[in-house]
């Protein structure tokens, strides 16, 4: 069945960066655009970062553009988000997610999470 696997988190210093990897599998990823959100304690999930299915374009969220890019490897069945700049405010689970819209059909799949705090 379709899964997706988030890793690279952690706790990092105010300032500092972290890359997040998502692999996924049992769908066909190059049909999906991904997506990278984010929940922070008490507060809605946020959508951070978005890359079309064949990287066609990127969107991103207003509090990190500038300091966070998307980016795939379709050869890899795997999504990337490299933060940079990390700030405190930044501490969520980051959740990747996969979307495909066909005609009037949406399809998504969503992973476990992953932690990130930034703290000194």
């Known amino acids: 069945q379709a899964q997706l696997v988030e890793s690279g988190g952690g706790l990092v210093q105010p300032g500092g960066s972290l890359r997040l990897s998502c692999a996924a599998s049992?769908?066909?990823?190059?049909?999906?655009?991904m997506r990278w959100y984010r929940q922070a304690p008490g507060k809605e999930r946020e959508l951070v970062a978005a890359?079309?299915?064949?990287?066609?374009?990127?969107n991103y969220g207003d509090t990190v553009k500038g300091r966070f890019f998307i980016s795939r490897d379709n050869a890899r069945n795997t999504v990337f988000l490299q933060m940079n700049n990390l700030k405190p405010e930044d501490t969520a689970v980051y959740y990747c997610?996969?979307?495909?819209?066909?005609?009037?059909?949406?399809?998504?799949?969503w992973g476990q999470g992953t932690q990130v705090t930034v703290s000194s």
């Open positions: 890359i079309g299915s064949t990287a066609e374009y990127t």
């Open positions: 997610n996969a979307r495909r819209v066909y005609g009037v059909k949406v399809t998504g799949y």
């Open positions: 049992g769908f066909t990823f190059t049909d999906y655009a």
